[in-house]
């Protein structure tokens, strides 16, 4: 079993920035290839982006490419999703998952999740 664990949510003005993180309690992260996932109020999860188990390839959701990154840790067990120039479409419950498949698009794909992490971006 694999435990996940966000972090770093809250409130931020539209430009502004946050840094999510994620934990993972499996010693062998190296495993599973991660992925950050979002839910708005209202609508259904989708997806934000993927890194690969090495962590050499990415994948994003046209929304936030160019604005978000993810990276990952692994002698930490930590994934990261940073987000600049945040806006109110960015509003969400950020999820953190994790995969056998690489640079997984699709909820199905990811075996486990975190229980999210809420993101608010308002004047």
């Known amino acids: 079993q694999v435990q996940l664990v966000e972090s770093g949510g809250g409130l931020v003005q539209p430009g502004g920035s946050l840094r999510l993180s994620c934990a993972v309690s499996k010693r062998t992260i190296t495993s599973y290839a991660m992925g950050w996932f979002r839910q708005a109020p209202g609508k259904e999860r989708e997806f934000v982006a993927a890194?690969?188990?090495?962590?050499?390839?990415?994948n994003y959701a046209d929304s936030v490419k160019g604005r978000f990154t993810i990276s990952r840790d692994n002698a930490k067990n930590t994934v990261s999703l940073q987000m600049n120039s945040l806006k109110p479409d960015d509003t969400a419950v950020y999820y953190c998952?994790?995969?056998?498949?690489?640079?997984?698009?699709?909820?199905?794909?990811?075996?486990?999740w975190g229980q999210g992490t809420q993101v608010t971006v308002s004047s």
């Open positions: 890194i690969s188990k090495g962590g050499d390839s990415t």
């Open positions: 998952a994790a995969s056998l498949w690489n640079l997984a698009v699709r909820s199905e794909s990811y075996l486990y």
